[in-house]
């Protein structure tokens, strides 16, 4: 079962700050985020355990929130380069085998 | 660098032709999936393989088949394309361990 993603869309001017959101509806091992530029393949950004722990990639981190089922993405301060579309990956029993939501497409502007 | 390639980046087949998807990686991975990606549905997963000769139903195999004779190359097949197989198709790797993905640039196939 696909997890849901929100939004489906979002604009920023450059140094400003956006969450996207992953929230499935069955308990989860893992959660894997990936970003896609248009016309390349998507590029794995981090990967998440249950724990609750949080990660950083240059100013991009994420957390997981276990009992929820839900992980979040943060864009900080953000720049030109993070425009793409992100996707979260969850594994529900740590077999390499990922659902993929519908993506979030992320504009940012000079 | 570690690589994904997918043979065709474009094609344009007819309806009820066969059609060959080849993917093939240099990591010596275990792990090979075919994905779908269309707008407003994101990647869902077709095929997958954790080893040679081995496959496993993904989310939606209807219409397609997988052979994986060799490590390096997994192929997906088409017996007989229609058209809302129209799509993007992305191949990806993994070796285990976090099991993070290695995808191929795809293969956009429009089917007549």
């Known amino acids: 079962q696909q997890p849901v993603q929100s939004p489906q869309a979002v604009i920023l001017r450059e140094g400003e700050d956006a969450v996207i959101n992953c929230s499935s509806s069955k308990a989860l091992y893992s959660v894997h985020w990936y970003r896609q530029k248009h016309g390349e393949a998507p590029i794995f950004l981090m990967i998440?355990?249950?724990?609750?722990e949080q990660k950083g990639h240059d100013k991009i981190s994420a957390s997981f929130n276990e009992k929820k089922q839900q992980s979040s993405l943060y864009l900080t301060a953000s720049q030109l380069s993070y425009s793409g579309t992100y996707f979260c990956?969850?594994?529900?029993?740590?077999?390499?085998?990922?659902?993929f939501g519908a993506g979030t497409t992320v504009t940012v502007r000079a | 660098d570690v690589k994904v390639t997918q043979s065709s980046r474009y094609l344009v087949k007819r309806t009820g032709e066969k059609v060959f998807l080849e993917c093939v990686q240099d990591m010596d991975h275990e792990n090979m999936f075919w994905y779908r990606q269309d707008p407003g549905l994101g990647l869902r997963l077709i095929y997958f393989?954790?080893?040679?000769?081995?496959?496993e139903k993904g989310d939606i195999p209807e219409g397609y088949s997988v052979s994986r004779e060799k490590k390096e190359r997994f192929s997906l097949i088409l017996e007989s394309a229609s058209t809302n197989q129209t799509s993007m198709y992305l191949c990806?790797?993994?070796?285990?361990?976090?099991?993070?993905?290695?995808f191929g640039e795809g293969s956009r196939l429009t089917v007549l």
């Open positions: 990956g969850t594994d529900r029993s740590n077999d390499y085998k990922l659902s």
């Open positions: 998440l355990l249950k724990g609750g």
């Open positions: 393989s954790y080893d040679v000769k081995m496959k």
């Open positions: 990806a790797s993994s070796g285990g361990g976090t099991g993070e993905l290695f």
